[in-house]
C-alpha cells in the first residue's frame, strides 16, 4: 500500500509539473510578441520570456510558502537553477545537430534565409553544415554579457543578503531588494538589447489563453508541492533534497522538450540562453513568495555548497561560451564541461555534505 501510494503521489507530481509549464507556454506567448513588439533581441528576449518560463517555480515557492514547507521552494529554486544550464546546453547541442538542410546547403522551412539571420540570431546553412562538421553549438556573444554577467551580480547579492550571521535567512526585507534586483536586470537588458520593433497583432483568444494558463499553472504547482511534501516522507529526506533531487529535476523535463523545438526551428541562441532569463527571475521574483514568509537556514553547509554550485554553473557558462572558441557558442567538450559539473555536484552532496549532516 505505501509503495502504491508512493507511485499515485509520483504519478501527481509529474502531472502537476506538465500542468504549470502548459500554463506557463499559455503565458509565455504575450511575453514573445512584447520580445517582438518592442525590438529585443534573442538574448535579451530572455530577460522578459524568462518571467513565464519561471513561473512553474515562483507558483512552487507561493505554494510551499502557503503550506509551510518552504524549503520545497527552496529547494527547487537552487536544483533548477543548477541542472538547468547543462541539461538545455546539452539538449540544445544534440537538437542542433538534427538540423540539417535535406537538399544538401539550401534554407528550408527549419533553416531561415541569409536575409533574416540579423535580426533573428538564426544560423545560415552554410555556417550550420560548417558548425555541425566542428562539433560547434554558436551562441550569442550577449548571453554572457546581456544575461549570464548581470545574474553572476544577483548570485552574488543572495549571498549578500543570505549568508551573514547578523541577517542569515530569507527575511521580508530581502523580498524588496530582490523585486529591485529583478526590475534593475531586465532594464539593463531591454537597455542593451534594443533593435527595430515589429509590428504584431493582439488576439482577445491568445489574452484568454493566457489568464487561463496562469490558472492551471496554479493548480499544478500546488499539486507539485503537495506531491514532494509526500515523496520526501516516503524516503525519509528533508524537503529541501526532496526539492533539490526530485521536483527540480521533473520540472526540467518539460523545458528539455521546448529547447529541442526551439533549436530544431533553427533559433539557437533562444533556446540555449532562454535559461538564463529563467534563472534571473528564479532567484529575484521567485525568491519573493519565500523572503516574505521568512525562511532559516537550518542547514547552512548544505545551503552554502548549493550557493558555490549555482554560482560556479553560469560562470562556466559565460567562460566557455566567450573564451572557449573564436566564434562564441559551444563545442562538445566545453558541453562536457558543463555536464561534469552537475555530476560533480552531485558528488559532492551525496558523498561529502550528507556525511556531515
Not at 541577517?167 to 523585486?179: E, I, K, Y
Not at 520526501?232 to 524537503?239: D, K, L, V
Request: proline share 4%; aromatic share 10%; glycine share 10%.
Amino acid at each position: 500500500m505505501v509503495q502504491l501510494t508512493l507511485w499515485l503521489w509520483a504519478g501527481t507530481l509529474v502531472v502537476g509539473v506538465f500542468a504549470a509549464h502548459w500554463g506557463a507556454e499559455r503565458f509565455a506567448k504575450p511575453l514573445k510578441k512584447l520580445r517582438r513588439q518592442w525590438g529585443l533581441s534573442a538574448a535579451a528576449g530572455g530577460a522578459v520570456v524568462g518571467l513565464a518560463a519561471a513561473s512553474p517555480e515562483i507558483g512552487i515557492n507561493v505554494a510551499s510558502a502557503y503550506r509551510g514547507v518552504s524549503d520545497i521552494g527552496l529547494g527547487v529554486m537552487f536544483g533548477a537553477n543548477i541542472v538547468a544550464i547543462p541539461i538545455m546546453v546539452t539538449t540544445a547541442y544534440l537538437a542542433s545537430r538534427t538540423h540539417v538542410a535535406e537538399d544538401g546547403g539550401e534554407p528550408t522551412s527549419a533553416q531561415p534565409s541569409e536575409d533574416s539571420v540579423a535580426s533573428s540570431g538564426q544560423r545560415t546553412p552554410t555556417e550550420h553544415h560548417a558548425h555541425l562538421r566542428e562539433n560547434f553549438l554558436q551562441v550569442d556573444r550577449q548571453a554572457a554579457t546581456v544575461l549570464a554577467l548581470p545574474y553572476l551580480g544577483i548570485l552574488a547579492l543572495v549571498a549578500i543578503l543570505t549568508l551573514p550571521a547578523p541577517w542569515q535567512g530569507l527575511q521580508p526585507f530581502d523580498a524588496g531588494v530582490m523585486a529591485l534586483a529583478y526590475f534593475a536586470f531586465i532594464g539593463q537588458a531591454v537597455f542593451r538589447g534594443r533593435e527595430k520593433g515589429q509590428s504584431v497583432s493582439w488576439e482577445m483568444r491568445e489574452i484568454g489563453l493566457a489568464g487561463a494558463g496562469l490558472a492551471v499553472l496554479a493548480g499544478g504547482t500546488y499539486l507539485a508541492v503537495r506531491a514532494t511534501e509526500n515523496i520526501a516522507a516516503a524516503f525519509g529526506i528533508s524537503n529541501l533534497l526532496g526539492g533539490l533531487f526530485i521536483t527540480a529535476l521533473v520540472a526540467a523535463t518539460p523545458e528539455i522538450f521546448a529547447t529541442w523545438s526551439i533549436v530544431r526551428s533553427g533559433q539557437v541562441t533562444a533556446g540555449t540562453t532562454s535559461v538564463l532569463g529563467d534563472h534571473a527571475v528564479t532567484m529575484t521574483v521567485a525568491f519573493v513568495p519565500l523572503a516574505l514568509v521568512t525562511v532559516p537556514i537550518e542547514n547552512y553547509f548544505l545551503y552554502l555548497v548549493n550557493l558555490v554550485f549555482v554560482t560556479v554553473m553560469p560562470t562556466a557558462y559565460a567562460v566557455l561560451l566567450h573564451f572557449g572558441s573564436e566564434e562564441h557558442g559551444f563545442k562538445r567538450w566545453e558541453v562536457a564541461v558543463l555536464d561534469g559539473i552537475y555530476v560533480l555536484y552531485v558528488t559532492v552532496i551525496a558523498f561529502w555534505v550528507l556525511d556531515l549532516v
